[in-house]
Nanobody, 117 residues
């Protein structure tokens, strides 16, 4: 089974930036979508951004214009560049891998992002 490990979270002030990473334990050679989700205390887990096998990217409205999702296939790693961070971006950011042919889904354990003045 694929293991996913997030990193790069931390405590930043509003307006600052963070770059999150999600490292997969193996190369992904099937059709997939990899996404970032986030969950704040007391809130539902919400989808933030997605990248597919073809390189197509999609963003939640809250992320558009500020966040960029990307990948480095040679490193089996997905990234989320987060700029102009706001307090409402605070939460545990989770990496998700979904194989589109089988709907098999894998989650990382998350990395904490806190945006506070």
């Amino acid at each position: 089974q694929v293991q996913l490990v997030e990193s790069g979270g931390g405590l930043v002030q509003p307006g600052e930036s963070l770059r999150l990473s999600c490292a997969a334990s193996e190369t992904i050679d099937d059709i997939y979508a990899m996404s970032w989700y986030r969950q704040a205390p007391g809130n539902q887990r919400e989808w933030v951004a997605r990248i597919t096998t073809t390189g197509r990217t999609d963003y939640a409205d809250s992320a558009k214009g500020r966040f960029t999702i990307s990948r480095d296939n040679a490193k089996n790693t997905m990234y989320l560049q987060m700029n102009s961070l706001k307090p409402e971006d605070t939460g545990v950011y989770l990496c998700n891998l979904r194989f589109l042919r089988t709907s098999q889904t894998y989650w990382g354990q998350g990395t904490q992002v806190t945006v506070s003045s």
